[in-house]
């Protein structure tokens, strides 16, 4: 993570201040250079490296450099934004800020988990949540003028609901200044917290539930620990229970060592919950810490994929090598709800 110009000035956590891209103690010792992939990752500094393999020639793309998104930029800087789309390093930076689509992640930059794949920091959050972030956020939605927004958090596991309330905050001050915008949000399994805090974000309406399984459950231990696969498939079934309109999404990566067997069954247990819309992309390797590349799947395996999938009743399916949670999720979810209405035969 670069935090360098995220905040302008020095910026307080109860950790110490953050200013340019290292945090400091308050008696002005330096902590923490999440620019450096010791101190973002510490957890995985004992792991041997694994080699990365050249991208092929379908997975590479452009550099950033559009107006469009410097423009992003400077909207989610102005408003002191964290976005996953840095942090996990997406592939499809350049594309969606170009065209003022950012997925926005609250509860902080730092994640109580330690996924095997993930490019995000780990470690102990700041205790408290910034009670003015989602206005914060409704504010950058409003500045983009978004049809649709993605809003994701990091996992915070030393908070009792989990950040529950937060999120359903964030989508009720969006629905406040961006009334005409939907709202998809992208939430932790919640696996630590009562049962009962589920029904709080759910409670608050987003139009799209999304929590990704992100591998098939062989893969779990090493990809996911902290983690349990029919958890968060129960998390998406209920979200279903609770209010039907919603609709529910979930994804997985390929490349991570799993066979096209265990997707298939992955896709089964998907359609045995209810879940609307699957998207399945290819996973990348952030740094050789991280969990290695299997192989790169290519772009007709990724269309057979599809073709299954819909013939499983999924609603929308998204797989190419590119795909994302929150790629294209505007116009995805346009064709979602097209769907629906067609399936009941309305449209």
Not at 130 to 142: C, H, L, Q, Y
Not at 144 to 164: C, F, K
Not at 169 to 189: G, H, V, Y
Not at 248 to 259: A, C, H, P, Q, R
């Amino acid at each position: 993570m670069t935090l360098k110009g995220l905040y302008p000035l020095p910026f307080r956590t109860n950790h110490g201040y953050i200013t340019g891209n290292t945090e400091f103690s308050p008696d002005g010792a330096t902590m923490r250079d999440l620019t450096i992939p010791e101190q973002r990752h510490p957890e995985k500094q004992k792991r041997p490296d694994a080699a990365q393999p050249p991208k092929p020639a379908w997975i590479r793309v452009k550099a950033a450099t559009s107006q469009g998104f410097k423009d992003t930029q400077k909207i989610m800087r102005d408003n002191k934004l964290v976005t996953v789309c840095e942090e996990a390093s997406c592939p499809n930076v350049g594309e969606c800020w170009s065209q003022g689509h950012a997925t926005m992640m609250i509860m902080g930059d730092v994640c109580t988990r330690a996924c095997t794949f993930c490019n995000i920091a780990t470690g102990k959050p700041p205790e408290a949540l910034d009670i003015f972030e989602p206005g914060r956020v409704a504010d950058a939605v409003k500045k983009l003028g978004l049809n649709h927004v993605v809003i994701t958090s990091v996992d915070r596991d030393d908070i009792e609901d989990g950040g529950a309330e937060h999120f359903a905050q964030t989508i009720r001050a969006i629905r406040k200044q961006a009334p005409n915008t939907t709202i998809e949000i992208l939430t932790p399994d919640f696996i630590r917290c009562n049962d009962n805090v589920l029904q709080i974000v759910v409670d608050a309406k987003p139009d799209v539930f999304n929590h990704n399984l992100e591998t098939v459950p062989g893969l779990y231990p090493e990809v996911r620990p902290g983690a349990r696969y029919f958890h968060s498939l129960r998390l998406l079934q209920r979200v279903k229970e609770l209010d039907p309109t919603i609709f529910t999404k979930s994804g997985i990566m390929v490349g991570l060592g799993e066979d096209r067997q265990a997707v298939m069954q992955v896709m089964e247990d998907m359609r045995a919950a209810d879940i609307d819309f699957l998207t399945i992309g290819q996973y990348l390797q952030p740094t050789p810490k991280h969990h290695a590349v299997d192989r790169f799947v290519t772009p007709e395996e990724f269309k057979s994929y599809e073709k299954a999938a819909f013939g499983k009743g999924f609603l929308m399916v998204s797989a190419t090598p590119l795909t994302r949670s929150s790629y294209h999720a505007g116009d995805d979810f346009a064709r979602l709800r097209a769907a629906r209405l067609a399936k009941m035969g309305l449209s």
